[in-house]
């Protein structure tokens, strides 16, 4: 019969304690101390809960000894699923001056919580104590068979924050915490159009009068990196052709601004500034003002909605083009890419152009960006150009028939 390992010994605040793993379950076994404490089940497989409780235990016993006085300590009781994410919801939604989240990431959260509560109500679940690290894993198994890799880490994390959390108001014991790693994701699906590709597409709008409109919002867009709601609300009053300029404005302290409710925000909480390139400027020379002060229109002269933009874009020029930028069976091509990959090709080009990591994130509005980090590498007919001029031999003595 195997022999059990000895576990060293455990001195807490009253006595030594020896932690037992019988079937993956710790127990506190106290029968070797001065007093007889006898052997007691942790209720738990984590050992760090198993330590608190421990601590608690070793207190309890100093108390029956008369060992010393018991302390009040507020009571923490269990909470439910649905009470825990009302309380995290509330916490969240609070206003920007207190640093809450912004009204959509806020519904994002609202639709990991309906998924949430559905499957514990499903699987019996009633309290955030019961949804342990086992629970976690079950629910990660569950997402992973129907979402995304990037939708599952959001949303696991998401349930980590929202269980630190109320265990930080002590909504829950400090025994709840339980260690649970994640990988995050690495690169990025959306796809980075080439110069070729956004050169045929603005061609093609210029080809077509109807699609004028959006000719300008595809070199809008490919010059500057900006959001596509950043540039619907883009004011002429936000473009100085003088000190060749686009200001992105955040107004969200504005209290004139709220009252009007025309406050514009971006998704950084900040305003930027980003350099007129010369032949953005050689565009917002032939469009018309009108009277709403704003830059960019859609076809027949009203208001730029990011929705609409989207669908034209992907009808009037995705649709006809994909054919002469054929995309290579079960990989990401020209026909995936969205109004959004102009900000990927934006960040790609500046790299070429030689604009350092750090203006290129002061343009994109990023403090810390992984897109700037991964486009680094990006275009490989760059790197071969770099990788052409370095010499690895001596062209006078040695030759690649030479090698062995």
């Given at each position: 019969m195997p022999r059990k390992p000895n576990h060293p010994p455990i001195a807490c605040e009253f006595f030594v304690w020896r932690l037992i793993d019988r079937d993956g379950v710790f127990y506190a076994d106290g029968r070797s101390a001065k007093h007889d404490l006898g052997k007691h089940s942790l209720?738990?497989?984590?050992?760090?809960?198993?330590?608190?409780?421990?601590?608690?235990?070793?207190?309890?016993?100093?108390?029956?000894?008369g060992l010393t006085e018991a302390v009040l300590t507020p009571v923490i009781d269990d909470i439910s699923i649905a009470d825990g994410w009302k309380f995290y919801l509330d916490f969240s939604g609070r206003s920007d001056v207190q640093g809450?989240?912004?009204?959509?990431?806020?519904?994002r959260y609202s639709a990991v919580r309906d998924k949430h509560v559905k499957f514990c109500a499903r699987h019996g679940i009633t309290s955030w104590n019961a949804f342990d690290a086992n629970w976690i894993q079950k629910y990660g198994n569950w997402l992973s068979k129907q979402h995304a890799y990037r939708t599952e880490y959001f949303e696991?994390?998401?349930?980590?924050?929202?269980?630190?959390?109320l265990i930080k108001k002590q909504h829950l014991p400090t025994a709840s915490r339980f260690h649970f790693p994640l990988r995050k994701p690495q690169g990025?699906?959306?796809?980075?159009?080439?110069?070729?590709?956004?050169?045929?597409?603005?061609?093609?709008?210029k080809r077509i009068s109807t699609l004028a409109w959006l000719g300008h919002v595809i070199v809008a867009l490919a010059h500057?990196?900006?959001?596509?709601?950043?540039?619907?609300?883009?004011?002429?009053?936000?473009?100085?052709?003088?000190?060749n300029s686009i200001r992105v404005a955040d107004e969200r302290a504005s209290r004139r601004k709220r009252e009007a409710r025309?406050?514009?925000?971006?998704?950084?909480?900040?305003?930027?500034?980003?350099?007129?390139?010369?032949?953005?400027?050689a565009v917002f020379l032939t469009i018309p003002?009108?009277?709403?002060?704003?830059?960019?229109?859609?076809?027949?002269?009203?208001?730029?909605?990011?929705?609409?933009?989207l669908q034209a874009f992907i009808d009037e020029v995705i649709e006809p083009l994909k054919t002469k930028f054929p995309t290579p069976a079960d990989e990401i091509g020209f026909e995936h890419g969205r109004v959004h990959s102009f900000r990927h090709f934006f960040c790609s080009q500046c790299f070429l152009g030689g604009a350092s990591e750090g203006e290129i994130r002061e343009w994109l509005g990023h403090r810390d960006s992984k897109m700037v980090e991964h486009y680094r590498h990006l275009r490989n007919d760059d790197a071969q150009r770099k990788m052409e001029r370095i010499e690895f031999l001596d062209r006078v003595d040695n030759h690649p028939g030479d090698v062995a």
């Open positions: 209720g738990t497989r984590d050992r760090e809960q198993a330590i608190a409780q421990l601590k608690k235990l070793d207190r309890q016993k100093a108390v029956e000894l809450g989240v912004s009204p959509s990431t806020l519904k696991l994390t998401l349930l980590k924050s929202v269980m630190s959390w990025t699906d959306t796809y980075c159009y080439s110069l070729s590709e956004v050169s045929a597409m603005v061609d093609h709008c500057t990196g900006l959001r596509v709601g950043e540039l619907a609300v883009l004011r002429w009053s936000d473009v100085s052709l003088i000190q025309t406050v514009r925000t971006t998704k950084g909480r900040r305003s930027r500034v980003i350099p007129l390139h010369p032949v953005l400027k003002k009108q009277a709403d002060g704003y830059v960019f229109h859609a076809a027949m002269g009203g208001r730029l909605r990011p929705r609409n933009v």
